[in-house]
């Protein structure tokens, strides 16, 4: 494995799994060029969150977001609709298959997971769901409360497997990806705008990070300690919030990436915080927001040639049931970094990734 430089709870370059690799094997104190051990074994990767890393949560909840239906999947292994808010893989996929692991992340809701699955990392993650209790609510998905709910379930489930102790090295070594926030913004708080009337987006930032901790210190709680936590994405250049808030020539909404930019600026401050006060964690903030802006502004660089809307439909506002097998896709996904009008396509996911 080649050396790379380890920087300090940030990140923006491409290799995404490569660098959260290196935070499970040496943590975040120091900045230095590293060669990593390649005998260095993460057991499990464990997801929690929104779509981004919604392995299939969704697909037997009564709710309107759901992929497990074409085009989603269309690249997937025999063109298989998962659940997956993508044409193929999620970053959760990849990760895990980039660490060695297993090729696929499964949804610890899967019917047919087995139970061997579980030594080696499930995703608890729901398209929709935020930090904000109300997010989750609002489409009828599971919460964060739900989740952590289920992550106690699955530990009792490995003690019964493997017993107290294995179980509690699994846990200790594995990676923890944590992926919220996109939706406590572009839906809770402007689209649908239950909370303006109760906060201004100061306020509203201060929620999501107050709650993004206390869910960050109740897994560190159930023995989590290597635990990446996904900025919030430019969310005003989502295809889908150009067309509501972009104006008449779907511009990137600059409001909405304002709000994020604020979020960010708290969320990697508290983890900053959360990193020096709990004991043996390696908390890391990882930036997706100024990747996917460099992507959007010069997207030739990187292969493609659309960025401001998806292959499905039209592109500027299909997500879920709305991006069906009625209406037409792109002819050539891997130019587009959007797959629908809120997901990568797997070209842009394995861009950042």
């Not at 977001?65 to 063109?79: I, L, Q, T, W």
């Not at 209790?133 to 998905?141: D, E, N």
């Not at 201004?200 to 159930?222: E, G, H, R």
Request: hydrophobic share 35%; proline share 5%; with cysteine.
């Amino acid at each position: 494995m080649e050396p790379f430089v380890f920087m300090k709870l940030s990140y923006s370059s491409s290799r995404l799994a490569t660098f959260l690799f290196s935070v499970v094997l040496i943590g975040v104190h120091s900045v230095a060029r590293v060669t990593l051990p390649e005998n260095v074994i993460v057991p499990a990767v464990i997801a929690f969150g929104d779509s981004i890393v919604d392995q299939g949560a969704n697909n037997n909840l009564t709710t309107v977001v759901k992929a497990n239906f074409s085009p989603y999947g269309k690249d997937f292994v025999a063109g298989k609709p998962t659940g997956r808010f993508s044409n193929n893989k999620t970053p959760a996929d990849m990760i895990v298959e980039e660490l060695g692991i297993k090729e696929l992340l499964p949804a610890y809701l899967d019917p047919s997971l087995d139970e061997k699955e579980l030594l080696t990392g499930v995703s608890f993650a729901s398209g929709g769901s935020g930090y904000d209790p109300q997010t989750p609510k609002i489409v009828g998905v599971l919460s964060c409360s739900d989740q952590l709910r289920q992550f106690k379930e699955y530990i009792g489930k490995l003690k019964h497997i493997v017993g107290e102790k294995r179980t509690q090295s699994i846990l200790a070594n594995s990676l923890f990806l944590v992926v919220a926030g996109s939706d406590d913004l572009a839906n809770t708080y402007f689209t649908i705008g239950i909370r303006k009337l109760q906060y201004d987006i100061p306020s509203y930032t201060n929620l999501m990070v107050s709650s993004a901790s206390d869910f960050i210190k109740d897994i560190y709680q159930l023995g989590a300690r290597r635990i990446g936590v996904f900025s919030a994405p430019p969310i005003g250049c989502l295809p889908s919030q150009r067309t509501l808030g972009g104006g008449g020539l779907r511009r990137c909404a600059e409001k909405y990436n304002n709000a994020a930019s604020l979020y960010n600026k708290k969320l990697k401050q508290q983890l900053e915080y959360l990193n020096r006060t709990l004991a043996q964690s390696r908390i890391i903030y990882l930036d997706i927001y100024n990747p996917i802006v460099a992507i959007i502004e010069n997207p030739i660089k990187y292969g493609l040639e659309v960025v401001d809307r998806g292959c499905c439909g039209t592109g500027n506002i299909e997500v879920s049931i709305l991006c069906n097998h009625l209406l037409p896709t792109c002819p050539d996904d891997s130019k587009y970094f959007f797959w629908d009008s809120y997901h990568p396509t797997n070209k842009g996911y394995s861009i950042l990734c």
